[in-house]
Antibody, heavy 124, light 106 residues
């Protein structure tokens, strides 16, 4: 079955960077877009960006431009999300979520499935 | 960016009740809308896509309707497992979510 398994919880100091991984299984990794979404404690869902695992192209939400980098490793079917210059407001659960097939125009499509989430805590 | 507004923010209901959640888009999104259910400490789960298509394995008491700027999620007979938070999402880039509707026990 399609499954996304994320790396474990992280605690970081302000100003540091964090890199979260998301390992995909049960489907052809390079055939589907992957998104990253975050959720601050008690808050809603916030889209961060998307990566095409086939060619590695990315698109980021304006809010995170310059601070987020999404990459992939096709040999291990893993995508990564690195967020730099962390501040307390970045404390959140970070999710990867599979998008539509890479043949879909403009990646228009819903998210399914989602990884289990990775809690990133930013605290001095 | 397209803004998604859900109402109500919180809904108190009893088992067996018919429940309706509304989602409004700041501009037309055709039928490019999905609904998700999220339980505490868990990832969101897809319920509905293309505004009214039921995801495989989701109980038929869930239904979605609407197009353009106004959409609804209906639970025909609320079950104990349905107490959760529900999010709408428009899935044209950049993707955006509603703020969520918490369905709690009355």
């Amino acid at each position: 079955q399609v499954q996304l398994v994320q790396s474990g919880a992280e605690v970081k100091k302000p100003g540091a960077s964090v890199k979260v991984s998301c390992k995909a299984s049960g489907y052809t990794f390079t055939s589907y877009y992957m998104h990253w979404v975050r959720q601050a404690p008690g808050q809603g869902l916030e889209w961060m960006g998307i990566i095409n695992p086939s060619g590695g192209s990315t698109s980021y939400a304006q809010k995170f431009q310059g601070r987020v980098t999404m990459t992939r490793d096709t040999s291990t079917s893993t995508v990564y999300m690195e967020l730099s210059s962390l501040r307390s407001e970045d404390t959140a659960v970070y999710y990867c979520a599979r998008g539509p097939g890479v043949v879909v125009v403009a990646a228009t499509g819903w998210f399914d499935p989602w990884g289990q989430g990775t809690l990133v805590t930013v605290s001095s | 960016d397209i803004q998604m507004t859900q109402s109500p923010s919180t809904l108190s209901a009893s088992v067996g009740d018919r429940v309706t959640i509304t989602c409004r888009a700041s501009q037309s999104i055709s039928s490019w809308l999905a609904w998700y259910q999220q339980k505490p400490g868990k990832a969101p789960k897809l319920l509905i896509y293309k505004a009214s298509s039921l995801e495989s394995g989701v109980p038929s008491r869930f239904s979605g309707s609407g197009s353009g700027t106004e959409f609804t999620l209906t639970i025909s007979s609320l079950q104990p497992d349905d107490f959760a938070t529900y999010y709408c999402q428009q899935y044209n880039s950049p993707w955006t979510f509603g703020q969520g509707t918490k369905v709690e026990i009355k």
